[in-house]
């Protein structure tokens, strides 16, 4: 699983950093965007393994980049796991509707989410 790409979408910077140090740590190499404007541009360019997507942000929320990215042709095989302070089930289930991975709570335990990160990988590279 090593040199896997993942694309984090938060606009809380501490979220940023604490993710993009501890998935360094696992091998993984990751780029991180504080917003959704330009989301779509760069998976395009690098296409990432797998998208870490926040849902409460500035300009395009995490859903409608969600929305966005699984209508694109190039880019609606990536998975995308939330990560959202929203616990909501009506919240939770959209998610799912619009094909979420995985749908993780904030706070989170880092250990456990990459955990996730890697089962979610681990079933993508089965499904190829």
Do not use: C, W
Not at 14 to 19: D, H, T
Not at 32 to 44: F, I, Q, R, S, W
Not at 68 to 94: E, F, G, T, Y
């Amino acid at each position: 699983m090593d040199n896997k790409i993942i694309l984090i979408v938060e606009d809380d910077l501490y979220i940023i950093e604490l993710l993009t140090y501890n998935l360094n740590k696992e091998g993984f190499n990751v780029i991180a965007l504080p917003n959704g404007e330009t989301v779509l541009e760069l998976a395009g360019k690098i296409k990432p393994d797998l998208i870490i997507l926040d849902l409460m942000m500035p300009g395009l929320n995490g859903h409608e980049i969600l929305h966005l990215l699984k209508r694109n042709m190039q880019l609606h095989r990536i998975p995308v796991i939330i990560i959202s302070a929203l616990i909501n089930k009506d919240v939770i289930n959209k998610s799912f509707e619009l094909k979420a991975a995985e749908y993780v709570a904030k706070p989170f335990n880092v250990g456990e989410l990459i955990k996730i990160v890697r089962r979610v990988l681990s079933q993508e590279a089965v499904a190829v």
